[in-house]
C-alpha cells in the first residue's frame, strides 16, 4: 500500500478566502487524484493531477475554482478558491498503484467554511 | 455511464453476527472493484481488491465475491465486532485510455452494538 499525508487535517475559513491542500506520498506515483466528500454524500472526482501537465477537470470542476499543483511524483496540492459554505466538504487525495489499479486515499481535509 | 448502488443503505446488527453488504453496477464492463472502510470524517482504507477475472478475496473475517455478468459484488463479515462500525464503500474501476477511473457507491453505514 501507500501511505499518504495530507495537509492540514481540518481548517475553517472565511467566506471569500482560499485554502491549499497539500498531498505527500512515501513513494512515486504516476497517478494522483482530487476528490470531494460532501456531508452525507459519497465521493466525487475533482480532477487528476498530471506531473509536468496541467491536471485534468471532471465536469463541473474547473482550475479556476480548484488550482493544481503536481510540481514532482509524491507531491501534489489542491486549492479551493474564493470560498463559500458550498464548499464545506471532506476533500481527500488520492493514489493509484499500476502494478494493480489498486487505489489508496489520504486521510483527508476537512474544510468548514463560514 | 457507470451507476453504483448499495444495500443497504444502513445496517445495526448486534455484535457476533455474521452480515452480507450488497453493491450491484449498471455497466459490467468493469477493470476491477475496491471496497473500502471509512470511519467518520476520516479518509478510505482500502479493504480488498477484486480484479475483473476474479470470483472472490478474502482477508481475515472479510470475504468479496464479484459477479460481474450480473453486475454485483457482496462484502461479507464474519462475526462482527464494534470496531468493524464504519461507513463501507465500493467503487468499480473502468479502464479509460488516459487513466483508470473509480465510480463510487453511496456507501452502507454499518453500527455493530456490543
Known amino acids: 500500500s501507500a501511505v499518504i499525508s495530507q495537509k492540514p487535517s481540518r481548517d475553517i475559513c472565511q467566506r471569500g478566502t482560499s485554502l491549499t491542500i497539500q498531498c505527500q506520498v512515501d513513494?512515486?506515483?504516476?497517478?494522483m487524484f482530487w476528490y470531494r466528500q460532501q456531508p452525507g454524500q459519497s465521493l466525487t472526482l475533482i480532477a487528476t493531477?498530471?506531473?509536468?501537465?496541467?491536471?485534468?477537470?471532471e465536469s463541473g470542476f474547473v482550475i479556476d475554482k480548484f488550482p493544481i499543483s503536481r510540481p514532482n511524483l509524491t507531491f501534489s496540492t489542491l486549492t479551493v478558491s474564493n470560498m463559500s459554505p458550498e464548499d464545506s466538504s471532506i476533500y481527500l487525495c488520492?493514489?493509484?498503484?499500476?502494478?494493480?489499479?489498486?487505489?489508496?486515499f489520504g486521510p483527508g481535509t476537512r474544510l468548514t467554511v463560514l | 455511464k457507470q451507476e453504483v448502488t448499495q444495500i443497504p443503505a444502513a445496517l445495526s446488527v448486534p455484535e457476533g453476527e455474521n452480515l452480507v453488504l450488497n453493491c450491484s453496477f449498471t455497466d459490467s464492463a468493469i477493470y476491477n472493484l475496491q471496497w473500502f472502510r471509512q470511519d467518520p470524517g476520516k479518509g478510505l482504507t482500502s479493504l480488498l481488491l477484486?480484479?475483473?477475472?476474479?470470483r472472490e478475496q478474502t482477508s481475515g473475517r472479510l470475504n468479496a465475491s464479484l459477479d460481474k455478468s450480473s453486475g454485483r459484488s457482496t462484502l461479507y463479515i464474519a462475526a462482527s465486532q464494534p470496531g468493524d462500525s464504519a461507513t463501507y464503500l465500493c467503487?468499480?474501476?473502468?479502464?479509460?485510455?488516459?487513466?483508470?477511473?473509480?465510480?463510487f457507491g453511496e456507501g452502507t453505514q454499518l453500527t455493530v452494538n456490543p
Open positions: 477484486i480484479q475483473s477475472s476474479q
Open positions: 493531477a498530471n506531473q509536468g501537465s496541467e491536471a485534468t477537470y
Open positions: 513513494s512515486q506515483v504516476t497517478m
Open positions: 488520492s493514489v493509484e498503484r499500476r502494478e494493480f489499479n489498486e487505489q489508496f
Open positions: 467503487a468499480v474501476r473502468r479502464v479509460e485510455t488516459s487513466g483508470s477511473r473509480l465510480t
